[in-house]
């Protein structure tokens, strides 16, 4: 069941969901909310050498060689920053959200229309945000067209739908360790 | 709730992330980018409750997926305690 424009600014007043800095009147539209872009963006460093991947290795250390291969951008920094035709960033929400006050909660996050007629999408094949997440959403921007497209940091980038599960996932319900003493 | 230890590994790719490792039951380590107000006291994150159990293990489910691509690991039951417990 998604939730409407109501019950998101509800969950909100109650504090069951958290989204910090919480988002204005205009954010909202009937089933979704807005998030803005981080100043801060990782840009894949062009290297002429032979490279790969190896995320299936046992052990591999996926977050050092992504930090290897990327740089840490501030683009408010920059006089512009522009996203070249087929080019992958990785970058972030400015707003915290935190769902762990409602175990049954759980968010996509999407694009929003207006950027993808440009080509911009906004994640790749991971929009789901799962019950009990807590953080800044990190988002896989490519530009899938072939114009650059300037990314300005509090730009409106993304949308969030919020959901309710049917039931309690297991890590939220404590029935079957009630009353243990060890936990 | 209860909470895990973990190992801070260090700053992930943006300013309010960390890498942290847990421990598994078998002692291997899984590596999770969490965000920095998930670690509490320096060394613990919050996991909901257990989601399965199994002689001194327990089946948890961490807040997000691990750089393996796993949610769930099974871990000793000493490394976990209940929140309440440690805030007291």
């Known amino acids: 069941m998604i939730l409407t424009d109501r019950e998101i600014k509800l969950a909100l007043e109650k504090e069951t969901l958290i989204i910090d800095p919480r988002p204005t009147d205009i954010a909202f539209a009937s089933t979704s909310v807005d998030l803005t872009l981080d100043p801060i963006i990782s840009e894949f460093v062009e290297k002429k050498t032979d490279r790969h991947f190896d995320p299936g290795r046992q052990g591999y250390p996926l977050n050092d060689v992504l930090k290897e291969e990327t740089k840490q951008i501030d683009i408010s920094k920059l006089e512009r920053y522009e996203l070249a035709p087929h080019k992958l960033i990785l970058a972030w929400t400015t707003e915290y959200v935190d769902l762990r006050s409602s175990p049954r909660l759980a968010a996509r996050v999407e694009g929003k229309s207006s950027l993808g007629r440009l080509g911009l999408g906004v994640h790749i094949t991971a929009p789901t945000i799962h019950a009990g997440f807590e953080g800044q959403i990190q988002l896989e921007i490519i530009n899938h067209g072939h114009i650059p497209i300037r990314l300005r940091p509090g730009m409106r980038i993304c949308q969030l739908i919020f959901e309710q599960t049917l039931g309690t996932p297991e890590k939220g319900y404590r029935g079957q360790f009630a009353g243990q003493k060890s936990v | ?88």
């Not at chain 2, 107000?37 to 002689?55: D, H, L, Q, T």
């Open chain 2, 1 to 88: 709730m209860s909470r895990i230890r973990v190992d801070v590994l260090g700053e992930g790719q943006h300013p309010s992330e960390r890498m942290i490792a847990v421990t598994t039951a078998s002692g291997t380590r899984e590596n999770v980018m969490v965000d920095r107000r998930s670690i509490r006291n320096n060394n613990e994150i919050e996991i909901g409750y257990p989601v399965a159990s199994e002689g001194d293990r327990y089946l948890i489910e961490l807040p997000r997926e691990t750089t393996t691509g796993q949610w769930r690991v099974w871990v000793k039951q000493s490394d976990v305690f209940e929140s309440e417990k440690l805030l007291a």
